[in-house]
């Protein structure tokens, strides 16, 4: 027992740190799974997520007109050549005019994975989670949340996971071809704007403006729970009160204001060792992944979020009278609040990540 109990940890570290040599197999398989999925929906196959008649909100999503005849057959294509070219990356395979090309179509991938085609639902979906757990005491909200959550959010989730590991195979493909080492991204010589001074500058900006975008969003909602219009009708501030929709709405304000908290951590000394009033864990490390990876979830959740209202206020005919600098102008920042959050989760990496143990750069 004693044994196991050493062994286990050690080799999931060895696995967690070694992700430069498995990534690229994982995106293989991955995107050759999806691509077969895709050759099914081809072929017939039902459960196609995309487009109006098999997504109840497909108004929500940037591939709301697509048709399952032409769109199964570009997915059955991207998945299964996606594979191969990923096992090609894999071998750190090509230079010049052909490392460009995988860079990109791999970059592409990613980023049309993990922003462009999820929408709101997904940061909706998680957003959600402690309202539930808070108000299921109280049987609220009157569904059960798996019920609200249909296959089109969960095949959303399933490409975030997919752009994830498209993202991962690029970045190691990039830096062993590059001559930078594949687990830091470490060169014998350091950028001007990475070290430790210009960090904790940049760093503290980044953490500045994801801080203040939350909060610019929880102010009017928290305004509304408490029965001031601000920005908004006495009417529509009515039919709010009704519904119950501002209790949900402080609801969400308070999952943002926690957010903002917890990115003040990126760059305050608790996000690096445990307070001392959180009994058993006070002056502990905190490991980094524990801020890093909630941290770059969210940036991706509330980016894709906001590019979706920016999208639907350029598509429509008419602005409705309700829609004012409350009620939809904080969610036109999220793209630049996930691109803050970003950026500061990236200083925080860099100020935590130490020497190397692969390379011995530090």
Same mark, same amino acid.
């Given at each position: %027992?004693?044994?196991?109990?050493?062994?286990?940890?050690?080799?999931?570290?060895?696995?967690?740190?070694?992700?430069?040599?498995?990534?690229?197999?994982?995106?293989?398989?991955?995107?050759?799974?999806?691509?077969?999925?895709? *050759?099914?929906?081809?072929?017939?196959?039902?459960?196609?997520?995309?487009?109006?008649?098999?997504?109840?909100?497909?108004?929500?999503?940037?591939?709301?007109?697509?048709?399952?005849?032409?769109?199964?057959?570009?997915?059955?294509?991207?998945?299964?050549?996606?594979?191969?070219?990923?096992?090609?990356?894999?071998?750190?395979?090509?230079?010049?005019?052909?490392?460009?090309?995988?860079?990109?179509?791999?970059?592409?991938?990613?980023?049309?994975?993990?922003?462009?085609?999820?929408? !709101?639902?997904? *940061?909706?979906?998680?957003?959600?989670?402690?309202?539930?757990?808070?108000?299921?005491?109280?049987?609220?909200?009157?569904?059960?949340?798996?019920?609200?959550?249909?296959?089109?959010?969960?095949?959303?989730?399933?490409?975030?996971?997919?752009?994830?590991?498209?993202?991962?195979?690029?970045?190691?493909?990039?830096?062993?071809?590059?001559?930078?080492?594949?687990?830091?991204?470490?060169?014998?010589?350091?950028?001007?704007? %990475?070290?430790?001074?210009?960090?904790?500058?940049?760093?503290?900006?980044?953490?500045?403006?994801?801080?203040?975008?939350?909060? *610019?969003?929880?102010?009017?909602?928290?305004?509304?729970?408490?029965?001031?219009?601000?920005?908004?009708?006495?009417?529509?501030?009515?039919?709010?009160? !009704?519904?119950?929709?501002?209790?949900?709405?402080?609801?969400?304000?308070?999952?943002?204001?926690?957010?903002?908290?917890?990115?003040?951590?990126?760059?305050?000394?608790?996000?690096?060792?445990?307070?001392?009033?959180?009994?058993?864990?006070?002056?502990?490390?905190?490991?980094?992944?524990?801020?890093?990876?909630?941290?770059?979830?969210?940036?991706?959740?509330?980016?894709?979020?906001?590019?979706?209202?920016? !999208?639907?206020?350029?598509?429509?005919?008419?602005?409705?009278?309700?829609?004012?600098?409350?009620?939809?102008?904080?969610?036109?920042?999220?793209?630049?609040?996930?691109?803050?959050?970003?950026?500061?989760?990236?200083?925080?990496?860099?100020?935590?990540?130490?020497?190397?143990?692969?390379?011995?750069?530090?």
């Amino acid at each position: %027992m004693t044994t196991d109990a050493v062994t286990r940890p050690r080799s999931l570290s060895a696995w967690r740190t070694q992700w430069p040599e498995w990534a690229g197999y994982l995106t293989a398989a991955w995107s050759l799974a999806y691509g077969l999925l895709g *050759l099914f929906w081809a072929l017939g196959g039902p459960g196609f997520p995309f487009g109006h008649g098999h997504d109840a909100a497909a108004i929500e999503s940037i591939l709301a007109n697509v048709q399952v005849r032409s769109a199964a057959p570009v997915i059955a294509g991207l998945g299964i050549g996606g594979a191969l070219i990923a096992l090609v990356m894999v071998r750190a395979w090509g230079r010049g005019a052909l490392r460009t090309g995988l860079l990109a179509f791999a970059w592409a991938l990613a980023l049309a994975l993990l922003v462009i085609i999820p929408d !709101r639902r997904v *940061l909706l979906a998680v957003a959600y989670v402690p309202v539930f757990i808070i108000g299921a005491p109280f049987h609220y909200p009157p569904v059960s949340f798996f019920a609200a959550i249909p296959w089109p959010v969960i095949n959303q989730a399933i490409l975030i996971i997919g752009g994830v590991a498209w993202a991962a195979t690029a970045l190691a493909y990039q830096r062993v071809t590059a001559g930078a080492c594949a687990h830091c991204g470490r060169t014998d010589q350091q950028a001007g704007w %990475m070290t430790p001074p210009a960090v904790a500058r940049w760093g503290w900006w980044a953490v500045a403006v994801a801080i203040a975008c939350p909060v *610019l969003y929880a102010v009017p909602r928290y305004a509304w729970a408490l029965g001031i219009p601000l920005g908004i009708s006495e009417g529509f501030l009515r039919e709010g009160q !009704r519904t119950n929709l501002w209790i949900a709405g402080a609801g969400l304000a308070t999952v943002a204001v926690g957010g903002a908290i917890l990115t003040l951590g990126l760059a305050q000394k608790w996000g690096e060792v445990f307070p001392r009033w959180m009994l058993g864990l006070a002056g502990k490390r905190v490991p980094p992944a524990l801020a890093i990876v909630p941290a770059l979830l969210i940036a991706d959740f509330v980016t894709s979020a906001g590019l979706e209202e920016i !999208r639907a206020l350029g598509l429509a005919s008419e602005i409705p009278i309700e829609v004012t600098w409350t009620t939809l102008g904080p969610t036109l920042l999220w793209p630049l609040w996930g691109a803050a959050l970003a950026v500061a989760t990236y200083a925080y990496y860099l100020r935590r990540r130490g020497q190397c143990a692969f390379c011995g750069r530090g």
